[in-house]
């Protein structure tokens, strides 16, 4: 393995402990290879919504995106790092396919949970679908 094995590298963030342990996992490969690390919250908008006007429960998920990218932000920059961040919309998993991409990533580090059981019923398991369909190498950290 050399050093410019992974030059870009994509974290997926949902709020979830298992997407932190990811971030914490990507900035080790940081440190090791000198990599460049984005992170991207997807905004899922296939989930039916019988509860809420669509538009507030969106937006409701836009701030909550924002927040948790934000403290990704300030917690890398805390350790001497910094981040490209990405606020997307639309199905999880093609829009991480999408991003690592248009960015060149080398490796997307994953948390293996994230989504509630009754979500994650709905459409699977992200981390899955990910390591099925990537372009490049995928860590799924437990």
């Not at 961040?85 to 994230?114: P, Q, R, S, T, Y």
């Amino acid at each position: 393995m050399t050093a410019n094995n992974f030059k870009k590298v994509l974290v997926p963030l949902d709020g979830s402990t298992y997407s932190e342990k990811a971030l914490k996992r990507a900035c080790e490969f940081v440190d090791a290879f000198n990599s460049e690390i984005i992170l991207i919250y997807v905004i899922e908008k296939s989930i039916p919504i019988n509860l809420l006007d669509r538009k507030e429960y969106l937006e409701i998920l836009r701030k909550f995106g924002t927040k948790v990218l934000d403290k990704s932000k300030t917690d890398l920059s805390k350790k001497g790092m910094s981040a490209k961040i990405f606020l997307k919309e639309g199905n999880i998993v093609n829009e991480i396919e999408k991003l690592a991409k248009k960015e060149k990533c080398d490796l997307i580090v994953v948390g293996n949970k994230g989504l509630g059981s009754v979500a994650r019923f709905l459409l699977g398991s992200v981390s899955n679908k990910i390591s099925q369909s990537s372009s490049c190498s995928v860590l799924i950290v437990k």
